[in-house]
């Protein structure tokens, strides 16, 4: 197969880069290099585009006939839910604007599969500790909001010219699945206790009174070489005959806690970690954690690893980032 990543240089996408490059598929990257590095997608060609420009969707077609590619894995996104708020426009712009793009070069150049990154962030702030994909999707930020329109924009896609989707809504995505492909980011609840830990802070916890077993917020962390290895099941099953559902949950099932989090922190580095329990945040609900019957019954996967890999992995990437 030949696969073309966009976004592909980022964090989660540069996981889908090796894996798919060590399976023997073809890969080539699309990625603005805005958040990514040219370092860690190995050998694979890259071709600097901004997605939402109006020159992308020549680029795109340029690389689909130069690559002979097959089948697109679609990372390019703003991601950031605070950013989102104080920008909404840009985050339409770029979002739907750059998908929109790449549907159109798609279209034009006849490559008809399509694995889309999607997020928990399109349920919002859900009543239900545990949601499934036909759960009502209300998001409560630009963010989330941009992230169902990319479902919809897949899916009017199939109906209008037989495009195959399949959107992924990922949930807690940490951990590295090599050193050098850590999360660069400091906006997820690991590398934000690193970084405190690192300045000699004590991590914030927001809310220490939710009805949880220990008060702390609960949510459901996904490995990102689990969820890599997702997006392969995920492009391989967009050739069976018969597909039930495009859209699919990729979480482990499991919750952790916020302070569960911390505990695995302490164990891992080490290092004394003395929470530092705040108000709760507006719009976090108590627990977000996924239903993954769906995929595991349609495509056949399931996450293999759980709390403690996830923050080892990520403390041992730390360390090389922080070394560079
Ligand atoms: N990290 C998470 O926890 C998480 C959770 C749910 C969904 N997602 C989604 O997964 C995808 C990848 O996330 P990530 O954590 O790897 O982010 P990232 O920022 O590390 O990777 C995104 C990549 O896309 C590139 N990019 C951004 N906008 C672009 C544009 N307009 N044109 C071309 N390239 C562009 C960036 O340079 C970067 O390399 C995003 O769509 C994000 O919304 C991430």
């Known amino acids: 197969m030949s696969v073309l990543v966009t976004g592909g240089a980022g964090y989660i996408g540069s996981h889908v880069v090796r894996l798919l490059t060590e399976r023997g598929d073809r890969v080539v990257v699309a990625d603005d290099l805005s958040n990514g590095r040219v370092a860690r997608v190995g050998d694979a060609p890259v071709v600097q585009v901004d997605l939402a420009t109006d020159g992308a969707r020549d680029a795109l077609r340029a690389a689909f006939a130069e690559h002979d590619v097959d089948a697109v894995v679609h990372f390019a996104a703003r991601k950031q839910v605070g950013e989102s708020v104080q920008q909404p426009a840009r985050y339409w712009s770029q979002n739907v604007g750059g ?6 070069a798609m279209e034009d150049a006849g490559v008809g599969r399509l694995v889309f990154s999607s997020s928990a962030a399109t349920y919002g702030a859900p009543d239900t ?19 169902l329109v990319g479902e919809w924009m897949t899916r009017a896609a199939g109906v209008a010219w037989g495009l195959r989707a399949a959107n992924l809504r990922y949930f807690n995505v940490a951990g590295a699945g090599w050193p050098d492909l850590g999360d660069t980011a400091v906006l997820n609840l690991v590398p934000i206790v690193f970084r405190a830990l690192d300045e000699g802070r004590r991590p914030v916890v927001f809310g220490g009174d939710y009805p949880t077993p220990d008060g702390s917020a609960v949510r459901d962390y996904v490995h990102v070489a689990d969820l890599a290895s997702a997006h392969l099941a995920a492009l391989d099953g967009l050739d069976a005959d018969e597909r039930a559902h495009d859209v699919f949950n990729v979480g482990t099932g499991t919750g952790s806690s916020v302070l569960q989090v911390l505990d695995a922190v302490r164990e891992v580095t080490g290092l004394p970690v003395d929470p530092d329990v705040r108000e709760r945040r507006a719009g976090d609900p108590p627990s977000l954690v996924a239903d993954v019957s769906r995929i595991r019954e349609d495509l056949g996967w399931t996450a293999s690893r759980g709390l403690a890999d996830i923050v080892s992995s990520a403390w041992e990437a730390w360390q090389v980032g922080r070394a560079r």
């Open 99 to 104: 998908t929109a793009n790449l549907l159109q």
């Open 129 to 147: 500790p545990v949601v499934r994909e036909d759960g009502p999707c209300e998001p409560i930020n630009p963010y989330g909001q941009t992230k």
